[in-house]
């Protein structure tokens, strides 16, 4: 049964496109690691984990050091990517996972389907289960493939996975969270290679959102980087299991070597200096595994190894270590080998650079600005707009950036406070009773930015991840 379903989907994934095939469009490939964090890669120093193809991407293209997630948390930051608009006026602004993306929501793969694209997505939606309104084929992709419920990724041993929202059963799999017969993410690494294979020869978008290194942490003991690790005496457990750090430091290390892969793929395929391939994390790293001996986490993702200075918090609210992600643009010929860019951005930003790549328009809706001329330097011939200000919202706090100076309400409890992160970037040091103006200013954006939210709908409760409960 699940051999049939699968070659179902390759079917599918590998018939001929109706769109035009327009070669002069460059391909687009978005891998989006989830909790990644800032500094846990080779080449930003840090002192275990080994990415070579990370880091070589970095090196032959451009790294961006305060282009910043969307939100703090799965499902908002991925909303603000897909629809282009910060977590004010996107739809999804919660972490709820079932309830989506509305149907009038307009989509950066809608919008490059239209201009001649194959979009394909692979790993974890999480803006809309089955039976409602936000799933992703109704959000204008060809396929997807992977889990559409964000709780329903928390396992790599899942019974089923889900295409353009059919259960494809994992035979084997019993719903035990750490081990199984399949191996999830082989899947979805898979069907990924396999739509780029298909769609070489037509402009395609490859949006490639993997759960990796997220917990619950497992993966299959043949798997050479859990080899390289698992005897590791590390002084860092978690509840989950024994060998959570030891998982983790794996989880990251596999996927380096799966980007390696698509990179040669795509140069197999004589298509790599035709395609942009970006590499970012989706929100701020998590400091797992704290003891005495690691305050900052067992691996430290938001802690500087060369400074010692380190992002406050992390996933789940809006200082730095929320929001400082990786982010990493390669594109032979065209991106500057080496190069960094200043440049504050975030995700928002990505639905009119992903228009502007594709030769066509963001919509009106979107809260981003085009990176276009920074990813091209001076062979764009444009100047690069900067934001008047950046902001986020979730059920229970608010932050808003303006240049250096950046405002977060951490709670419903609390005051504002005000940081000015050239010279605190810590956020260490409150400045808002100093500086009210600025303050004032600053809270004027916040006002102008929030609106009430609106939902997407559920069609049928009975279809969707919470609905058959894994069976």
């Known amino acids: 049964m699940f051999y049939s379903l699968v070659s179902l989907i390759v079917l599918t994934m590998t018939s001929c496109s109706s769109k035009p095939n327009k070669v002069d469009k460059p391909n687009i490939v978005y891998i989006m690691m989830d909790e990644w964090g800032y500094y846990e890669s080779s080449g930003m120093g840090h002192p275990i984990l080994d990415t070579p193809n990370i880091d070589k991407l970095a090196s032959d293209g451009m790294r961006f050091t305060q282009f910043l997630a969307g939100g703090n948390v799965c499902a908002p930051t991925r909303s603000t990517i897909i629809t282009g608009q910060h977590t004010g006026h996107t739809t999804v602004r919660s972490n709820s996972g079932g309830i989506g993306l509305a149907a009038d929501d307009i989509t950066i793969a809608k ?12 790993g974890k939606w999480g803006l809309g289960d089955v039976g409602t309104t936000g799933v992703p084929e109704k959000q204008g992709f060809d396929t997807f493939f992977g889990y559409y419920h964000q709780v329903h990724a928390h396992t790599y041993y899942p019974k089923y996975l889900v295409h353009n929202s059919k259960k494809v059963p994992l035979e084997g799999n019993t719903g035990d969270y750490l081990s199984g017969e399949i191996f999830s993410h082989h899947l979805i690494h898979d069907k990924g290679l396999e739509f780029i294979r298909a769609k070489k020869d037509e402009p395609f978008f490859a949006y490639m959102a993997w759960t990796p290194p997220h917990g619950y942490w497992a993966m299959p003991e043949e798997e050479p980087e859990w080899q390289k690790y698992k005897d590791e005496p590390w002084d860092a457990t978690n509840q989950k299991g024994k060998y959570d750090a030891q998982m983790y430091a794996a989880m990251v290390e596999m996927v380096d070597r799966q980007i390696g892969e698509i990179v040669a793929l795509l140069e197999e395929l004589g298509i790599a200096d035709n395609t942009i391939v970006f590499v970012s994390g989706d929100n701020g790293g998590q400091p797992y595994f704290e003891n005495e001996k690691h305050p900052h986490g067992f691996f430290a993702p938001n802690l500087d190894p060369k400074t010692g200075k380190r992002f406050r918090g992390g996933k789940g609210n809006f200082y730095e270590g929320g929001l400082r992600i ?146």
């Open 326 to 471: 990786p982010f990493i643009a390669y594109w032979p010929g065209k991106i500057e080998a080496g190069s960094v860019s200043n440049y504050l951005g975030y995700f928002p930003d990505i639905m009119p650079t992903l228009a502007d790549i594709a030769g066509t328009v963001a919509p009106e809706s979107t809260d981003g600005i085009s990176i276009m001329p920074t990813l091209l330097g001076e062979k764009s011939n444009q100047h690069q707009k900067q934001h008047d200000y950046l902001y986020w919202e979730d059920p229970k706090s608010r932050a808003i950036r303006m240049g250096d100076w950046k405002a977060i309400k951490p709670n419903k409890q609390t005051d504002y406070e005000l940081y000015d992160l050239s010279a605190d970037i810590e956020e260490q040091h409150n400045l808002a009773d100093e500086h009210p103006e600025i303050l004032k200013k600053i809270l004027s954006y916040a006002k102008e930015a929030h609106r009430p939210p609106k939902s997407g709908k559920v069609l049928d409760s009975s279809v969707g991840f919470k609905g058959h409960k894994q069976d």
């Open 111 to 122: 919008v490059l389907s239209d201009a001649g694209y194959a979009t394909g997505g692979f």
